[in-house]
């Protein structure tokens, strides 16, 4: 049996908000990445897993200022890859953080890149770093 809706505000209005993650997954894109000339010669398949841990502020009026806009977070994840030529995926890594931490909410970042390509017996080889932002 369904609650009636102000019995759901009662609930949630009784409750704490511990944790809030943002999360992009399986973000399949190409890029110039590569320690050796032979990697760096083609674009090379990356898939990204991003999961932020956010200030866990509940929305009050059901409006996309009020929470971390994964459309644009996913947008600058993207336009950064694409823009940029690294050798390492830990460099694309840290970068890739820094941009998550442009987003004043992020706390934390947790990201895990992956080449899908580059062995053929390999489904996927890659790093995952994490990171808090410092607090002053």
Known sequence: MS????????????????????VIRDLTLSCSIGVSDEERARAQRLRLNIELLV???PPLED??????DYGVLADAVRA???ATSFRLLETLAEE???VCFGFSRVRETKIRIEKLDRYADIGGIGIELERRRDTE
């Open 3 to 22: 609650k009636a809706p102000s019995e759901k505000n009662d609930a949630v209005n009784r409750s704490t908000l511990l944790v809030q993650r943002t």
């Open 63 to 68: 409006n996309i200022n009020e929470v971390l």
């Open 55 to 57: 200030d866990p502020v």
């Open 96 to 98: 890739l953080a820094v």
């Open 80 to 82: 950064h890859c694409l």
